[in-house]
């Protein structure tokens, strides 16, 4: 599993107020990803890192941001969760330093959010 | 944008085979893979396409061909165990993303 831990794997808030997720790897591995999972529509791109407060935005980037103050933590954070929010989250590595993903990619173990 | 689609649901017989189907319309292509992903667990990744032809390993073996857009995976002496859903996921020339389709969810039967 690539030494990823996402934390919590779950949690219920309330509509309006601040969430932040966290994935943590112990293999500093340089890319990492948060991907959001909802029915009816796969797995979508929210942000992304390459590196120490290098991030950038995915597919699905509104209402969120992330951060990435050391390369082991990767921070999503819901300013002000909504219940179009309410989705299992999951964060990803990618072990090479290449152009694949390949055997490189490994998910995390998901974190279900859901926003009441 | 990206557009990749594969049934929402199979159903096939423990020892059978059967074949997952996938296509794309992507604005840009470098590679094609194939993702198993049992209820309520992580994805894990089965299968790497990126020139045409079939790759095999062991009972899966998945597909490509660019001209048609189209990829399937093929499991082999099916097993309860794979029960899951399977996720067709494409990446686009430089961007550092992969794109998924909604995902084929399989049910084997005895």
């Known amino acids: 599993d690539a030494g990823i831990t996402q934390s919590p794997r779950h949690k219920v808030t309330e509509t309006g107020t601040p969430v932040t997720l966290r994935c943590h790897q112990t293999?500093?591995?340089?890319?990492m990803y948060w991907y959001r999972q909802d029915p009816g529509h796969g797995l979508r791109l929210i942000h992304y890192?390459?590196?120490?407060?290098?991030?950038d935005k995915g597919e699905v980037s509104d209402g969120y941001s992330v951060s990435r103050s050391k390369t082991e933590d990767f921070l999503l954070t819901l300013e002000s969760a909504t219940s179009s929010q309410t989705s299992v989250y999951f964060c990803a590595i990618r072990t090479g330093t290449g152009e694949g993903w390949g055997t490189e990619a490994f998910f995390g173990q998901g974190t279900r959010l859901t926003v009441v | 944008g990206q557009n990749i689609d594969q049934p929402t649901e199979m159903t096939a017989t423990e020892g059978a085979i059967v074949q997952i189907n996938c296509t794309y319309q992507?604005?840009?292509?470098?590679?094609l893979f194939w993702y198993q992903q049992h209820a309520g667990e992580a994805p894990t990744f089965l299968s790497y396409?990126?020139?045409?032809g079939l790759e095999e390993k062991g009972r899966f073996s998945s597909f490509l061909s660019r001209s048609k857009g189209y990829s399937y995976l093929l499991l082999k002496e099916l097993q309860m165990k794979d029960s899951a859903s399977y996720l067709c996921a494409v990446r686009d020339t430089g961007a550092n993303n992969l794109f998924f389709g909604t995902g084929t969810r399989l049910t084997v039967i005895p």
């Open positions: 992507t604005s840009g292509f470098n590679g």
């Open positions: 890192s390459y590196g120490v407060k290098d991030t």
């Open positions: 396409n990126v020139l045409d």
């Open positions: 293999e500093n591995h340089r890319y």
